[in-house]
């Protein structure tokens, strides 16, 4: 079924997430009509709008660094018009735009780059703020460790690695559940509720310093069998990443630098909020990763060509197909939560011949590798999430899909 038919059938849930060349086309906007708040006050207006491109000055961060002279994305014949429907009703790029206050968007088919917007302050230069965007960059560093022979299989228990993890929730538990946000931990996401465990973790390990992030993960309790349930919740995440840490001896940035940024020609370093300051500190792997939006778009690049990279093989042979196809029944279609019409598999959101990485406040990067089309989009919604937006999102996907398919 492709994604127009399937578009059409959907129900929109907006509970399912609770989760270089020529110059740009960018709104000439003062900077200072843009304020950046500080760890509390920038999640609301009239902050949020600067403050999701200053989220590493912010917070405690680390840089991912570039390395050697950045790739080229050439720019191919421009699109012009494009209008989309939702519900039988007409609506221009222009109304998304508005509708969503998106601060960038970015289409590359080809390789070549055929739409670029920024607004609201933005430009092709500002670090935007990806949100849950980096669950899909984490679940690649677990492939590139996997490629690198430290660890054997998806399958193995994590505690094999972390065996700091044993009685835990997460003892036995396979790094594949976890990928799949199936591992039956104990752990109440909710951003709208004070005593969720999201926001305790969030507020004493990011906004605060004052716990280790990786503390939560240790002390996380079992509420369900792996596989059992697919519940979307950060600490995965966070055991993926100390995972990958662990096994590197790297830091996150450190080991994203070396086999995403320097290799793929990244032309700006990007930076990851941290727990802290200094060496030990260890990156927010569920969130809070920063780049530009060409940079983000180069990785889309790189699977939408199955993991190559100017004729070089970065990604495991077949990673991305295991990656993006939902392989168990509780992350199937329609499984995920009622109504809703997206799977999941490996930190990624599949659709029928896609996969997207999703962040909260809006931010997507949709990947098509039989079209070989990439589309990034940063924005600043009011709300956590909206599955009226996500549909209009969908449906403009869709639409630029439709108009330059091959």
């Given at each position: 079924?492709?994604?127009?038919?399937?578009?059409?059938?959907?129900?929109?849930?907006?509970?399912?997430?609770?989760?270089?060349?020529?110059?740009?086309?960018?709104?000439?906007?003062?900077?200072?009509?843009?304020?950046?708040?500080?760890?509390?006050?920038?999640?609301?207006?009239?902050?949020?709008?600067?403050?999701?491109?200053?989220?590493?000055?912010?917070?405690?961060?680390?840089?991912?660094?570039?390395?050697?002279?950045?790739?080229?994305?050439?720019?191919?014949?421009?699109?012009?018009?494009?209008?989309?429907?939702?519900?039988?009703?007409?609506?221009?790029?222009?109304?998304?735009?508005?509708?969503?206050?998106?601060?960038?968007?970015?289409?590359?088919?080809?390789?070549?780059?055929?739409?670029?917007?920024?607004?609201?302050?933005?430009?092709?230069?500002s670090?935007?703020?990806?949100?849950?965007?980096?669950?899909?960059?984490?679940?690649?560093?677990?492939?590139?460790?996997?490629?690198?022979?430290?660890?054997?299989?998806?399958?193995?228990?994590?505690?094999?690695?972390l065996?700091?993890?044993?009685?835990?929730?997460?003892?036995?538990?396979?790094?594949?559940?976890?990928?799949?946000?199936?591992?039956?931990?104990?752990?109440?996401e909710?951003?709208?509720?004070?005593?969720?465990?999201?926001?305790?973790?969030?507020?004493?390990?990011?906004r605060?310093?004052?716990?280790?992030?990786?503390?939560?993960?240790?002390?996380?309790?079992?509420?369900?069998?792996?596989?059992?349930?697919?519940?979307?919740?950060?600490?995965?995440?966070?055991?993926?990443?100390?995972?990958?840490?662990?096994?590197?001896?790297?830091?996150?940035?450190?080991?994203?630098?070396?086999?995403?940024?320097?290799?793929?020609?990244?032309?700006?370093?990007?930076?990851?909020?941290?727990?802290?300051?200094?060496?030990?500190?260890?990156?927010?792997?569920?969130?809070?990763?920063?780049?530009?939006?060409?940079?983000?778009?180069?990785?889309?690049?790189?699977?939408?060509?199955?993991g190559?990279?100017?004729?070089?093989?970065?990604?495991?042979?077949g990673?991305?197909?295991?990656a993006?196809?939902?392989?168990?029944?509780?992350?199937?279609?329609?499984?995920?939560?009622?109504?809703?019409?997206?799977?999941?598999?490996?930190?990624?959101?599949?659709?029928?011949?896609?996969?997207?990485?999703?962040?909260?406040?809006?931010?997507?990067?949709?990947?098509?590798?039989?079209e070989?089309?990439?589309?990034?989009?940063?924005?600043?919604?009011?709300?956590?999430?909206?599955?009226?937006?996500?549909?209009?999102?969908?449906?403009?996907?869709?639409?630029?899909?439709?108009?330059?398919?091959?």
């Amino acid at each position: 079924m492709r994604m127009d038919s399937w578009l059409k059938a959907a129900t929109i849930s907006a509970t399912a997430l609770l989760i270089l060349a020529g110059v740009a086309s960018a709104d000439q906007v003062d900077e200072n009509e843009y304020p950046v708040g500080d760890r509390t006050t920038m999640w609301a207006d009239p902050y949020l709008i600067g403050s999701l491109r200053h989220v590493g000055e912010i917070f405690a961060s680390r840089p991912v660094r570039r390395g050697g002279v950045a790739s080229i994305l050439p720019r191919g014949e421009q699109m012009l018009a494009l209008e989309y429907d939702v519900n039988g009703q007409s609506h221009r790029l222009e109304d998304y735009l508005e509708r969503t206050r998106t601060t960038g968007l970015i289409v590359v088919k080809d390789g070549q780059i055929v739409l670029e917007r920024y607004r609201l302050g933005a430009d092709d230069r500002s670090l935007l703020m990806s949100m849950s965007v980096s669950k899909s960059f984490v679940s690649t560093l677990v492939a590139f460790a996997i490629s690198d022979g430290l660890i054997k299989s998806v399958e193995d228990p994590i505690t094999d690695y972390l065996p700091k993890l044993r009685g835990s929730g997460y003892e036995g538990v396979p790094i594949k559940a976890i990928l799949q946000m199936s591992s039956g931990v104990d752990f109440f996401e909710s951003y709208g509720t004070p005593t969720s465990d999201f926001n305790r973790m969030w507020n004493e390990s990011v906004r605060d310093n004052k716990t280790p992030i990786n503390q939560f993960v240790r002390e996380v309790g079992r509420l369900r069998e792996p596989y059992e349930r697919f519940y979307y919740a950060a600490v995965e995440t966070v055991a993926l990443g100390w995972l990958v840490s662990r096994v590197t001896g790297k830091t996150l940035s450190d080991y994203m630098s070396e086999k995403l940024w320097g290799p793929l020609g990244m032309e700006a370093d990007a930076n990851w909020v941290t727990d802290g300051q200094g060496e030990t500190a260890s990156e927010v792997a569920f969130c809070c990763l920063s780049a530009t939006l060409r940079d983000y778009a180069r990785f889309g690049l790189l699977m939408a060509q199955d993991g190559m990279w100017r004729g070089k093989r970065l990604l495991p042979a077949g990673w991305i197909d295991s990656a993006t196809r939902p392989d168990r029944p509780q992350v199937q279609p329609g499984r995920l939560s009622r109504g809703y019409g997206i799977g999941y598999q490996y930190h990624w959101w599949t659709l029928p011949d896609a996969f997207m990485a999703q962040g909260v406040n809006g931010q997507f990067l949709y990947v098509d590798p039989d079209e070989q089309l990439v589309i990034v989009i940063t924005s600043a919604w009011r709300e956590w999430w909206s599955g009226i937006l996500e549909n209009h999102t969908l449906a403009l996907v869709d639409s630029i899909a439709r108009n330059l398919r091959n």
